[in-house]
């Protein structure tokens, strides 16, 4: 009996990737005026990996001042990065298996925050209202009892 010989048919690489973590965008370094607003978003998995990217929006527009990745990346077969989609900023986080993602709305980060400063101005302005008309009717008030004491006063001594 001769000896068998095993031929190498196929050769398969193999690899087992586990799903990725969830993933956050948080947005920092926000400054806006009436037309425009710059911001950095932040995106980060549990992990802590994190990238940061920088972006300018008009009422119509967005687009990205500086170039991704700055700050620490996953390696490996894991990506980790921020795209503009419409008036989003989304962060994903994705491997082979699996991917997670967040979004933050532009609108949302930029332009709302001049009417909710404008929201802040009106109701200060009707409290700063109803405190100088509640002063103003107790000075009043007041007057009025002294005006009737002195008046009531007066009286009695004539």
Request: charged share 15%; net charge negative; glycine share 2%.
């Amino acid at each position: 009996m001769s000896p068998k010989r095993y031929e190498t048919l196929a050769l398969y690489d193999v690899r087992v990737e586990a799903p990725v973590s969830a993933v956050s965008v948080s947005v920092s370094s926000v400054s806006s005026s009436s037309q425009s607003c710059n911001f950095t978003v932040i995106c980060q998995t549990e992990e802590l990996y994190n990238i940061s990217s920088s972006f300018t929006c008009d009422r119509n527009t967005c687009e990205e001042l500086r170039p991704q990745h700055s700050g620490h990346a996953p390696s490996g077969p894991s990506s980790l990065n921020v795209s503009l989609s419409d008036r989003s900023i989304i962060c994903n986080h994705s491997n082979h298996v699996s991917w997670k993602n967040d979004t933050e709305n532009i609108p949302q980060v930029c332009f709302n925050r001049d009417t909710a400063s404008e929201q802040q101005g009106a109701v200060l302005s009707v409290c700063m209202l109803k405190t100088v008309l509640y002063t103003v009717g107790l000075l009043l008030m007041l007057s009025a009892v002294i005006t009737v004491h002195v008046l009531d006063h007066t009286n009695r001594h004539h």
